[in-house]
């Protein structure tokens, strides 16, 4: 993005007319339609754009807790846009919070980033990020999630022996893992915790499969999602499943990482100083108290009408396997959401192994993450 992108030149433009009208018109209207002011404003774009990595649900809670009562939906577009806030005080712009999946294509944010300039920020992975550094590069400046939800799940009385995801090999256990090819699955097979024959990357519809095949085969999945489903809200089902997190197997990823283009660490440097620390608190405030914020994002979902569904159960169980896990919680320190660089250089070393088509020669945790903006004070009370 540059200094003054395009969006703002054409609003600085409009506004310094309507003023002129205004004035000539009466002070008092001129006082209504004066620049909000707030923390962001004159800092941070007039609408700050978040792409998400799928549709809304309590993964995305911190930054739903970004809006208040004051907020549009477009159902078309698939975004919703209001005031940010910071702890409920208004900063002096809007955020448009677009969602992911059916509507961009399936995309990641990181091309999206790229095909509209006017994305500031958007969700990622970091080990994702990597392997496509060279053609669209980001810098993560804020971790949301400390873990990765992603696990992998299957039938505790069908496979009572099963521990870990490596202890499913005896029993050659097919292992349903989505069309779409991921690193870590890559991982999983070349360090042998998985044999390559386990593997079953048809796009087969849950719960549906895992319900017919009785509990037979494993999936992946959200380890603060389909446990929850399966159990509670999966009549044919209606039994606990239980599962591992591809993060306990030794592939730590930072998921949902909040990125930027990589010229706009500089370019938006000012911005960032401000607008991160308030992701970083916006995230504490919905982990301690994400009622209402759980209200909205199930109340977006009801009115974009596509074909993702999300009960308000499925919410408030998402946040308490977060919270129990330590998928969201502070890192080794004090702090939400800063990076640990030799994580990420074990990242980029499985990547390397296990990956070797990658192109990430050269490639450094510095040119990945930053913690420049993160500020060290704010993270979840013990």
Same mark, same amino acid.
């Given at each position: 993005?540059? =200094?003054?992108? =395009?969006?703002?030149?054409?609003?600085?433009?409009?506004?310094?007319?309507?003023?002129?009208?205004?004035?000539?018109?009466?002070?008092?209207?001129?006082?209504?339609?004066?620049? !909000?002011?707030g923390?962001?404003?004159g800092?941070?774009?007039?609408?700050?754009?978040?792409?998400?990595?799928?549709?809304?649900?309590?993964?995305?809670?911190?930054?739903?807790?970004?809006?208040?009562?004051?907020?549009?939906?477009?159902?078309?577009?698939?975004?919703?846009?209001?005031?940010?806030?910071?702890?409920?005080?208004?900063?002096?712009?809007?955020?448009?919070?677009?969602?992911?999946?059916?509507?961009?294509?399936?995309?990641?944010?990181?091309?999206?980033?790229?095909?509209?300039?006017?994305?500031?920020?958007?969700y990622? !992975?970091? =080990?994702?990020?990597?392997?496509?550094?060279?053609?669209?590069?980001?810098?993560?400046?804020?971790?949301?999630?400390?873990?990765?939800?992603?696990?992998?799940?299957?039938?505790?009385a069908?496979?009572?022996?099963?521990?870990t995801?490596?202890?499913?090999?005896?029993?050659?256990?097919?292992?349903?893992?989505?069309?779409?090819?991921?690193?870590?699955?890559e991982?999983?097979?070349?360090?042998?915790?998985?044999?390559?024959?386990?593997?079953?990357?048809?796009?087969?519809?849950?719960?549906?499969?895992?319900?017919?095949?009785?509990?037979?085969?494993?999936?992946t999945g959200?380890?603060?999602a389909?446990?929850?489903?399966?159990?509670?809200?999966?009549?044919?089902?209606?039994k606990?499943?239980?599962?591992?997190?591809?993060?306990?197997?030794?592939?730590?990823?930072?998921?949902?990482?909040?990125?930027?283009?990589?010229?706009?660490v500089?370019?938006?440097?000012?911005?960032?100083?401000?607008?991160?620390?308030?992701?970083?608190?916006?995230?504490?405030?919905?982990?301690?108290?994400?009622?209402?914020?759980?209200?909205?994002?199930?109340?977006?979902?009801?009115?974009? !009408?596509?074909?993702?569904?999300?009960?308000?159960?499925?919410?408030?169980?998402?946040?308490?396997?977060?919270?129990?896990?330590?998928?969201?919680?502070?890192?080794d320190?004090?702090?939400?959401?800063?990076?640990?660089?030799?994580?990420?250089?074990?990242?980029?070393?499985?990547?390397?192994?296990?990956a070797?088509?990658?192109?990430? *020669?050269g490639?450094?945790?510095?040119?990945?993450? *930053?913690?420049?903006?993160?500020?060290?004070?704010?993270?979840?009370?013990?």
């Amino acid at each position: 993005m540059s =200094s003054l992108p =395009s969006h703002r030149v054409l609003g600085a433009t409009a506004l310094a007319a309507s003023l002129t009208l205004l004035a000539a018109c009466g002070g008092e209207q001129a006082t209504e339609s004066a620049p !909000r002011s707030g923390v962001l404003s004159g800092v941070c774009p007039a609408t700050v754009v978040i792409q998400t990595d799928w549709e809304p649900e309590a993964e995305h809670g911190g930054l739903y807790r970004l809006l208040g009562d004051d907020h549009t939906a477009d159902v078309e577009a698939k975004s919703v846009r209001g005031p940010l806030l910071a702890s409920g005080a208004d900063t002096g712009v809007d955020v448009e919070l677009r969602i992911g999946g059916a509507p961009v294509g399936y995309q990641t944010a990181q091309p999206l980033l790229y095909q509209d300039k006017d994305i500031l920020l958007g969700y990622g !992975r970091v =080990s994702e990020h990597l392997v496509t550094q060279k053609d669209t590069p980001v810098v993560s400046v804020f971790a949301q999630l400390e873990k990765s939800p992603y696990a992998v799940y299957w039938d505790p009385a069908t496979y009572p022996a099963a521990k870990t995801i490596a202890d499913l090999k005896k029993d050659k256990v097919k292992i349903l893992f989505g069309a779409e090819a991921t690193v870590w699955q890559e991982y999983l097979v070349g360090a042998g915790l998985v044999d390559k024959a386990q593997v079953d990357q048809s796009d087969s519809p849950k719960p549906a499969t895992f319900v017919a095949e009785g509990g037979k085969v494993a999936e992946t999945g959200f380890i603060t999602a389909e446990p929850y489903m399966y159990e509670v809200e999966t009549e044919a089902w209606g039994k606990p499943v239980v599962g591992q997190l591809i993060h306990d197997t030794g592939f730590p990823e930072y998921f949902q990482s909040v990125v930027v283009r990589e010229e706009d660490v500089t370019k938006e440097k000012d911005c960032l100083t401000k607008l991160v620390p308030i992701l970083q608190q916006a995230q504490v405030d919905y982990i301690t108290d994400p009622a209402a914020t759980n209200e909205l994002i199930t109340e977006l979902v009801e009115e974009y !009408r596509t074909s993702w569904t999300y009960t308000s159960g499925q919410a408030e169980a998402a946040v308490k396997a977060q919270v129990d896990l330590g998928l969201v919680g502070n890192g080794d320190d004090a702090t939400l959401g800063n990076y640990d660089l030799e994580r990420v250089q074990t990242l980029i070393d499985l990547i390397g192994e296990y990956a070797p088509d990658a192109d990430i *020669t050269g490639i450094t945790p510095d040119d990945l993450v *930053t913690n420049e903006f993160i500020d060290p004070a704010i993270g979840l009370k013990p």
